[in-house]
């Protein structure tokens, strides 16, 4: 069955496959095909080769495969709105998504070569590390069969950084230590939580620091807790801001760890508003204060620092 989807806030079309049975023509597009979370550069590498050729169209697999497949926590970089908008916003005509189920996770190599070739698109762009079919079973030097079949096959050398592999699992790496600069610049823009603001404790108001509370998406990595330099987007408007992820020990420690932003020069009522955090600097770990006034003094030297 192939369900067509509009998505919001896209131009793009998403085609949703929950089988490899009926199948889409992609006459006339390029095709690029991986998992695309975070669409860092090396991903964007993929789908300007792509792009270069035409009408680019995009295969992705459900966003909680590989999660799936060993019963791990989802720890996405995009969720999977934000994964459909991003690639609406690389240019990507047709979005693609194959449903993860045991028909797909017993796919042999070549069932998933027949599936490619009954699409019929005008070349296929893929990394050199790409694997697909049972137990990854299938390389990338083995899509050149469809070239028979007059489908150009793209086999894209590795994205490196400093003699290292640009990947998902590097740059998610750096954001559980902190290492917001370093990626943000493999990511290729600033990393962010976007959510809908909710009531909290409202304790920083009696500290003249309010905040805007955000529930962080379960399926979306949660990074290092700890106080950030920030900037928020209430609709097209943008602010400075810091942002703390963590439990607040100081003041009554949580179960779990929560968004919480002071945006600067900023006073209004928008719960129940949708905002985007987007994540420039590290400021600091979080700690725990003797007493109010010590974390006021604190947070009066992090909104400093976030100000520069």
Request: glycine share 6%; hydrophobic share 35%; proline share 3%.
């Amino acid at each position: 069955m192939v369900i067509t989807i509009v998505i919001k806030d896209s131009h793009m079309n998403k085609i949703l496959l929950n089988s490899t049975k009926n199948i889409p023509s992609l006459q006339g597009y390029n095709l690029a095909i991986g998992f695309f979370d975070g669409f860092h550069l090396g991903h964007r590498k993929l789908i300007t080769e792509a792009k270069s050729h035409g009408k680019c169209a995009l295969l992705s697999f459900s966003s909680t495969m590989k999660a799936d497949l060993k019963n791990l926590p989802k720890n996405l970089l995009l969720t999977e709105e934000e994964k459909y908008n991003m690639a609406s916003r690389l240019g990507v005509d047709l979005y693609l998504e194959l449903v993860f189920d045991t028909q797909t996770k017993n796919l042999t190599p070549i069932e998933f070569l027949s599936f490619l070739n009954k699409m019929k698109p005008e070349s296929i762009t893929v990394g050199e590390d790409f694997t697909f079919g049972k137990m990854a079973s299938g390389k990338s030097e083995m899509l050149k069969v469809l070239e028979k079949e007059n489908i150009k096959i793209n086999i894209l050398p590795l994205c490196f950084s400093e003699s290292r592999k640009i990947s998902t699992t590097w740059i998610k790496k750096l954001l559980s230590n902190g290492n917001i600069e370093e990626a943000n610049k493999l990511l290729g823009y600033n990393f962010f939580y976007k959510g809908i603001v909710v009531h909290g404790k409202e304790n920083g108001r009696k500290i003249a620091f309010p905040t805007a509370n955000l529930i962080p998406d379960k399926d979306k990595i949660l990074i290092k807790e700890g106080v950030y330099k920030t900037k928020t987007y209430i609709g097209t408007k943008e602010y400075k801001s810091m942002t703390n992820i963590g439990n607040h020990p100081t003041i009554e420690a949580l179960k779990k760890d929560i968004i919480e932003t002071n945006i600067f020069g900023f006073n209004e009522n928008i719960y129940g508003k949708e905002i985007k955090i987007e994540f420039i600097s590290f400021i600091r770990p979080q700690l725990t204060f003797p007493s109010f006034k010590d974390l006021e003094k604190q947070l009066e030297a992090d909104k400093k620092e976030a100000s520069k």
